[in-house]
């Protein structure tokens, strides 16, 4: 059975037949022959020296490229205007002599940067800072490779992808319950914006009852939760915290981990699937067997951005792809990654806080607008500034108004403006939320 159709069948069946099915529904993950050979592969990579480590990621860098030159109209005419073979390069270097490629390039030459074979795939949607979703075309065999090794990094801090169980704090639909039970990643995900002294209790006993052994989630959401956990002494047996989808500042590092008295983690990776850091300690480390990364120069001597070419994904590879993030490297580490995933809330109809990670469009319906943004002057209504490319029809604002309905209903009012321009911050940097409330009030 199809991953997608069993993780559809995991979000409709109610809560009862998800329990029975669970046990059913998870193998479909775990014992995929994809992801027990991924996961397998991590575990002999990690047993390699360095050099032969470097020397594998580069047979993998040369195999994609051949591809691409092969498969991919738009490799092979910037290949062939470069004078670049890919059979013959000899280092990591040589893939210098092409030039960057970036979002720009995705939206405006999709079909030329798909693959020609027929490969089994699916469309996902990514915002990015700039505001215009991408469509991003990925091999499904993808999927079971990603979770391989998300699961892999986690087995550092504890994680036994067999038999753990967690809550997740993350998402936004739940159809006015605090909680959905996950099958398929043997998780309970528990609404991050509904979390408050009067439900703090009937959380707990969801936690209890479940014998949750791990959290995972959006920072601000955990932070949150650790406020109630510490103002009610309530003491939790919790293996290891996993951060996703936001960055997560020191202090409130060091405040979850006092509270829970466990260890924390976060990876770096993004939509299009073609970079994968690992965070242990103050240092990112990237996984060469996920994709090779380059740090382009910036002004500032410590500051590079981020190139990534990816190994997991044939049906639309990504070479050489200039992103908006920035890392920071201190004495040759990796000490933060700058401008992905950021912490921007929005502040709902009863004080919810709510991350705009957990607000991301995965919909057709943003096709004509080229960057968005949000801007709240006041709780529980917020501004969606809309800069388009082609003109707005009925049928256009109808669908967006569909698109946003169905992640934020009955929590936050929004009102569609059309704009002439998308607001900066001082440094010149565009943000998803331009927040004119104090949250910490």
Known sequence: MDFKLVKKISEICPQSIKILLAPILRKKLINNKVFLDTYKM????????NE?????????????LIYCNEHVNYYKEAFKNAKFNPSTIKSFEDIKALDFTNKSIFLNNEASLLSDEDINHYIAYTGGSSGKPLKIYLDKDSIYKERA???????????????SRMITFRGLEFNGKISKFNPIYNEIVLSPFKLNDESYEKYIKIIDEFKAEFISGYPSAIKNFCALLDKNKTKLNIKSVFYISESCSREDDEYIKK?????TCIFYGHSE???FAEKYD???VFNDMYGY?????TDNPDEFRIACTGFLNFKMPFVRYLTDDVVRVID?????IIGHNTSEMLIGKNNEKISIAAINFHSDAFNKIRQYQFEQFEIGKVNLNLLLDKDLIEEDISNIKKALNKKVKDILDIEIKIVNEIKLTKRGKKKLVIQHIDLYK
């Open 42 to 49: 991590l575990d002999n990579y990690d047993t390699l020296s």
């Open 52 to 64: 032969n480590k470097k020397n594998l990621q580069f047979e993998n860098l040369k195999s994609i």
């Open 149 to 163: 090794y998300v699961y892999h990094y986690w087995a550092k801090f504890g994680y036994d992808y067999k038999t």
């Open 259 to 263: 509270v829970l008295k466990c260890d």
């Open 273 to 275: 699937r073609a970079v």
């Open 282 to 284: 103050e240092q990112y």
């Open 293 to 297: 990364t380059e740090f382009i120069p």
């Open 332 to 336: 040759n580490k990796v000490t933060e």
